[in-house]
């Protein structure tokens, strides 16, 4: 059964979690694209696809947010699984020399933080 907290936080409380959601879908969207240039792209399939998802929920989190949706600490929960889902997959590849993946990483842990505290506070 999903329960909803009743406290709905204004947007500026959500401000420091939304521009790192936004920062990281940012990331996520380049990091896929770069993806897509490599020689071996066949072995940065999973890659891409958690760039996706992640800067799909990404944006959503900070869309709800924005509107003091009281489901932000739900999608925050989820955006913080998925981005740190990401940033593991992409560190397999920044160890690699892969540049775009290390700062995709390095969005995904910091946006993974902020929804966490987030959720929990929300």
Request: aromatic share 2%; charged share 25%.
């Amino acid at each position: 059964m999903l329960i909803i907290k009743t406290t709905i936080m204004s947007h500026q409380q959500y401000q420091n979690c939304i521009e790192a959601c936004y920062a990281c879908a940012i990331a996520c969207s380049h990091c896929a694209a770069e993806c897509l240039k490599e020689e071996k792209v066949q072995d940065l399939r999973r890659c891409i696809q958690l760039d996706l998802e992640c800067a799909s929920i990404c944006k959503s989190a900070a869309d709800l947010m924005s509107l003091g949706s009281s489901f932000s600490s739900h999608i925050c929960h989820v955006c913080a699984d998925i981005c740190k889902a990401c940033a593991e997959e992409c560190e397999k590849h920044a160890q690699m020399g892969m540049e775009h993946c290390r700062e995709c990483a390095e969005a995904c842990r910091k946006c993974a933080q902020a929804c966490g505290e987030m959720a929990d506070a929300a």
